[in-house]
């Protein structure tokens, strides 16, 4: 039986979870102002929503990462840095957004980082498929964070 290291596991989901820290103070410094005065689409989902969702996905995000960090193989070092790359362009989307309130910017910035969610749910598919699997809530959520981006952009 294979040991567990439980603090990788921790430290794995709090990396994660700082990626939405790194953003979240511009995010909800402008919510009230810049935000609110946006044209909001149809699909824009109300606010509260988003920070529950974003901690539920950074933390099996985290899980993800661990289960692959856990295991022995020759493409670790690629599927890891395919999530770290994917984890910084994440941080970044909200500085675009919402610090540089650049609606276009942040959706040619979101596209980027759905190919790296593809990327990372690619190779930590050929490490632990579990890993891979627990990217897919993420992947589906940026896929309509995308969308809701685009349409913020079409009516502002």
């Known amino acids: 039986m294979v040991k567990k290291d439980w603090g990788l596991l921790a430290g794995a989901i709090a990396l994660s979870q700082f990626a939405g820290i790194i953003g979240s103070g511009l995010t909800f410094q402008n919510i009230p102002t810049w935000y609110a005065s946006l044209n ?39 599927a890891v840095a395919f999530f770290g790359f994917q984890l910084a362009l994440n941080a970044l989307w909200s500085i675009i957004f919402f610090g540089l309130q650049n609606l276009f910017l942040a959706l040619a910035e979101i596209s980027v980082l759905w190919l790296a969610i593809i990327g990372t749910i690619y190779f930590f598919y050929k490490i632990d498929k579990r890993a ?6 993420y992947l589906v959520w940026v896929s309509f964070a995308a969308i809701l981006n685009y349409s913020f952009w079409l009516i502002n």
């Open 40 to 78: 909001r689409p149809a699909i824009a989902p109300p606010n509260f929503i988003f920070g529950p969702v974003w901690i539920a996905l950074y933390t099996l995000m985290g899980i993800s990462l661990w289960l692959v960090l856990e295991k022995e193989h020759a493409q670790k070092r690629i």
């Open 132 to 137: 891979a699997y627990l990217m897919l809530p």
